[in-house]
């Protein structure tokens, strides 16, 4: 399989072949994403919640996103390797923005960033791609806005809000954008941005006529059980699993079960005697 490039996702568009993306956050979900053919990792700030416990991705900083990023980096040779932007990071200024964007790429071995915000991010997007960096845009619930949204709530329900998503497809496209995220949005709405762009859009609770699917690694697996979105569907239950195994192993160690001399080391007699005496 070939390393993924911007180029393939702008292929697999023109020729109607969906995108895959996966979030992952280390070095192991960076190898199981990898192995399953996935196009894309997302090394999203989703991590700040799914990862380190935070209630909302706003605590999440360059330094957390860039060690995650190096660790995922380090288990993934083919998927497209996307660092999201934290909180922060890209608001104040736009100089800010090209240099905290440049550290994914030259510290964190990222292949592009993304960012969260419409029209009101296109300067700063634009100078970013200026500087050779690949930009994936991010709009609908975008959760770094969470405390201007009042909640994780659907975005663009009414014409009006949608007419403004819409605008800001458009703008980010005109920006330079390689690839927008749709997250929590109407599925015809993802759809009539999906066909008046010329770059893929990547869904996340956006319907089933997006150009690509992503969600989150721990919700995927089930490894997340605090809050589970509507639109993510389990593909298996590991934090069920886990916990068998981990209270198995507990009780054994409790009981004496474990170890049995299979996972022990006994020395050879004559050593043992010498030492005895
Ligand atoms: O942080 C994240 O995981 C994301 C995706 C859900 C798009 O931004
Ligand atoms: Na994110």
Redesign the pocket.
Known sequence: RKKVTTTTFLQKKKKGQPISML?AYDYPSALAADAARFDSI?V????GMVVLGYEN?LPVTMQDMLHHCKAVARGASKALLIG?MPFMSYQASIDEAVRNAGRFLQEASMDAV?LEGGQERAEAIRRIVQAGIPVCG?IGLT?QSVQVFGGFKMQGKTALTAQKLLQDALALQEAGCFTL?L?SIPEQLAAAITQRLEIPT?G?GAGANCDGQ???YHDVLGLFDRFVPRFARQYANLNQQIHTALTQFREEIDSRAFPTPENSTAMQPEEWQAFSE
């Open positions: 979030t997302l999203g700030d989703s991590l991705t999201d993304k991010h959760p995220v997250e990547i996340i992503v969600l989150v």
